[in-house]
């Protein structure tokens, strides 16, 4: 053979293995789009925002649902397939248009499983007092109420509920508030604004109620605010706050009563009045004159005696005011009605000296001396009469919670006669 002829024969064994090469490639692209193709499925998502609770009837399922198509890979585990699946079925929870369906989402009975020893209780809640919607189904929150006292006039605040089950939440949209100009919301200035599905509410919250729980809720539906706290979500970081709150907490029969605004049971608030208490003493004072020369004798104590509180800063060591300073004495100087009897005003003897009282303290001081004014000195040439005796005097200043009187004696041979009640202020203070 010639080398020519086994040239060309080599170039066409070439050429045929790269053809074959080529047509295999594109038969292998080929298979792989139609097994794309074949992995894509058509399930109904909705096709607008369905609240909970919804019944969706075999006439109505195409206003609210619509098949899409979706990548096998993408899909999530469980799945509502096909929509005679959501035939006469209610949704358990708020479904977002677009949203694909979980077989848990639809229920024939229409009802939410609660835990078990719990009920389902909805309470009102608006969207800025529930967490601004942030508390989904599943979560766990604490609910704090304000509930306002007629008596104490003031609101009282308090955990309610700590670490109760969301079960369910009612939201909606709404559509935002038209501009003057007609036109739909949006900063003002601006010509419309976001869809009627731009803004999110909130109307109900579903919880998981013990019995007693539902009692308690049921009583703050009567006047009180419910809000939310919604803690970390994360357990470690959750527990930490609900100890807390628990701590705050008052008791279930404190709560009803703060609902009941019953406070018979509280002690009353301390004064902040800040002046000291002052402490008094029974002290015996006459009810009226008792003269001078008098025995005072238990007879004489009830009948013209009488017990009066005085500060006890009043009542000093001078002070006859116990029955064994009375009884068996004698008054050697009158002894004035409603004051508190010196103790030199007493003797054992009846013809007993009177030494002037010097006491100490609020009780009083005693001086001695002649003011200007009680000597009667004669108009007449002075240097031609002869002077009149000086009087000598003694004067008890007692001060008592009506004010401070002064008393007025004569010291004379025969002892001190009482002459009466002075003005205070003047020299013979």
Request: proline fraction near 8%; aromatic fraction near 6%; hydrophobic fraction near 40%.
């Amino acid at each position: 053979m010639k080398q020519k002829n086994l040239i060309l024969i080599v170039v066409a064994v070439v050429c045929g293995a790269v053809a074959a090469v080529l047509v295999a490639t594109q038969l292998s692209a080929k298979g792989t789009k139609a097994a794309k193709v074949e992995e894509m499925v058509d399930i109904p998502v909705a096709a607008r925002d369905i609240a909970i609770g919804t019944r969706i009837p075999a006439k109505d399922v195409e206003q609210y649902f619509t098949m899409k198509k979706f990548p096998k890979e993408a899909l999530p585990q469980a799945y509502v397939a096909d929509t005679q699946e959501i035939v006469d079925k209610r949704t358990m929870r708020p479904i977002r248009m677009g949203e694909t369906l979980n077989p848990a989402d639809i229920s024939a009975t229409g009802f939410i499983q609660p835990p078990d020893g719990h009920s389902l209780m909805t309470a009102p809640i608006t969207l800025e007092r529930g967490a601004s919607g942030f508390a989904l189904p599943g979560t766990r929150v604490t609910v704090l109420a304000t509930k306002k006292s007629q008596k104490k006039n003031m609101d009282i605040v308090f955990p309610l509920f700590v670490d109760i089950l969301v079960l369910a939440v009612d939201t909606f949209p709404s559509a935002p508030p038209a501009q003057p100009n007609g036109q739909g919301g949006g900063q003002p200035g601006q010509g419309g604004g976001a869809t009627a599905a731009g803004f999110q509410n909130m109307s109900m919250v579903s919880f998981a109620v013990t019995p007693e729980d539902s009692v308690l809720m049921n009583m703050a539906a009567d006047g009180a605010t419910l809000r939310f706290a919604l803690p970390d979500q994360d357990e470690k970081k959750k527990d930490a706050v609900v100890e807390e709150y628990k701590k705050m907490r008052p008791s279930t029969d404190k709560i009803r009563k703060i609902f009941g605004d019953d406070w018979s049971d509280e002690k009353p608030t301390p004064s902040e009045d800040p002046t000291p208490k002052v402490e008094v003493l029974k002290v015996k004072v006459p009810t009226e004159k008792i003269e001078e020369g008098t025995e005072i004798t238990d007879e004489l104590l009830e009948k013209k005696f009488k017990l009066v509180d005085f500060p006890k800063t009043f009542v000093v060591d001078g002070a006859a005011y116990e029955d064994k300073d009375l009884i068996g004495k004698f008054a050697v100087a009158d002894l004035a009605a409603g004051m508190i009897a010196p103790k030199d005003h007493l003797a054992k003897t009846k013809k007993a000296k009177v030494n002037p009282v010097v006491s100490t303290g609020e009780f009083a001081a005693t001086k001695t001396g002649v003011p200007e004014n009680d000597v009667a000195y004669p108009k007449a040439d002075t240097d031609t009469l002869p002077v009149p005796a000086r009087k000598e005097y003694t004067y008890v200043k007692i001060v008592t919670p009506q004010g401070t009187v002064v008393h007025k004696y004569e010291v004379t041979a025969k002892g001190n006669v009482y002459v009466g009640v002075v003005t205070p202020g003047l020299d013979n203070e």
